[in-house]
């Protein structure tokens, strides 16, 4: 009889452990990936339905925030600075709220992410933006809650919020003129001394074609107004691989100069040793 119960309680907890039934969530999760210009934007939020209820003014009160979908708050992360009505947000992630009204939104950019729901308390010191928005009235209900990215350009997007039968649009700016004319500039003004350095060293490292190593390099010292010892250093190995001891030297000697001011030991003795190596007095 003991054998017959412990095999029942063994059974009863072997079907207890394996009986994990997976069951549709009444608000799923949604993660949207949308590039607006050159900037990557990601928007998470759960998505509660109606369910006969009536939205706002109801089950979302006027007046009160609001965690703009269900569960934990929504989230948007910019993965450069953006500007929404006219406030800039850092690159980073922000929740959502919004206090609704009857015919507007303020809708609040917050710092802080980890909040399950709604903050017990605003914190000015977390609100990163502030933007009131109108709302507009739709002919339908829309049975779902949606977050949307709309009106698409290589510099702007809007963020739409549709529920029940209310619409709400917030536009944000990206900086895609801004880098991208950046990186114009900076190709049309040719390499720069940091450019001309690493293909000089790369040539150097390699044994590959060493006057033009010595012409990039030479080329990115003249671009630099306080060269390091580092770089002087690798200035002076190049002379010294064509055979142009004198100024080999001379490089070396600048290079020895600056690593005693830096109190680097590990260049002073490489300098000293070059220097002894080619024969300087």
Known sequence: MKKLVLFTFALTLMFSVNAQIETP????????????????????????SMNGRTIFGDLVP?????RVGANKNTTITFSDAVVV??????AGAYAIFITPSKTSWDVIFYSDTNNWGTPKTIEASKVAAKVTIETMELPMNVETFTITFDNLTSGSAELGFIWEN???????EVPTDKTVTAAIDKVMAGPSAGDYYAAAVYNLTEGKDLEKAKEWMDKAM???????????RKQSLIYAALGDKKNA???AKKSLAKSEAAGNADYVKMNNDSLKEWGAK
């Open 25 to 48: 969530q009444p608000s799923p999760f949604t993660k949207i990936e949308q590039k607006v210009g050159l900037t990557d934007v990601t928007l998470e939020y759960s998505r509660p």
């Open 62 to 66: 006027y007046g009160k925030v609001w």
């Open 85 to 90: 009505g006219g406030q800039e947000l850092k």
């Open 166 to 172: 209310t619409m709400a649009n917030l536009k944000f």
């Open 222 to 232: 003249s671009m630099t107004k306080e060269p390091m010892f580092y770089q002087l």
């Open 249 to 251: 030297i001379a490089t």
